[in-house]
């Protein structure tokens, strides 16, 4: 999940930079849901810090078996959420480009800001707009090398905004993420 190295248990004390996620079956057979535990590591890598603790539906087949595909996805999509935000941010800015606070004659600028939230080394981000249609192929943001819980944001443009749907929102689909 999330193309990172996975081992089968979180370990007490982390080596390194790292993600821990338990997931534990709770419920009733008739309604099966997913406990998931989300940590990741101090700045120093060795403890870990809660992040945030969901729960998930597990969807059953017509013969009663986990559809694991869809619990994969969903599980993989709140972890990404949790991990790194990508949203769009609305500014004003003058014929110079210069950003002003606000003003009748101040154009619409935007800017993409990406939040790293985690303890690893993001190289790259796909997304696509919130409301667009899951044909439609993924933006990609690569070769960035964001430092771990650091932010940054990239000028775009209104006509950009509007020709990849990101004006109702940006969702993250995968992430490059690296140790340090």
Avoid: M
Wanted: net charge positive.
């Amino acid at each position: 999940v999330l193309g990172l190295l996975v081992e089968s248990k979180v370990p007490v004390r982390p080596t390194g930079p790292a993600v821990g996620v338990k997931v534990q079956l709770v419920g009733t057979s008739e309604k099966p849901e997913a406990s998931v535990q989300l940590a990741t590591t101090d700045g120093s890598g060795t403890s870990w810090t809660a992040v945030g603790k969901f729960t998930l539906p597990v969807l059953l087949d017509a013969t009663g078996k986990v559809k694991s595909e869809e619990f994969g996805d969903a599980l993989a999509e709140q972890l990404l959420k949790r991990l790194v935000v990508v949203k769009l941010v609305k500014t004003k800015a003058n014929s110079d480009g210069a950003l002003i606070p606000s003003s009748p004659k101040a154009k619409d600028t935007y800017a993409i800001r990406v939040e790293n939230y985690s303890p690893l080394l993001l190289n790259g981000v796909a997304v696509t707009g919130s409301s667009a249609k899951p044909s439609e192929p993924a933006k990609l943001l690569v070769g960035i090398s964001l430092a771990p819980r650091r932010t940054f944001s990239v000028p775009a443009t209104s006509e950009s905004v509007e020709r990849f749907g990101l004006k109702d929102g940006i969702k993250v689909l995968a992430l490059d993420l690296s140790g340090l």
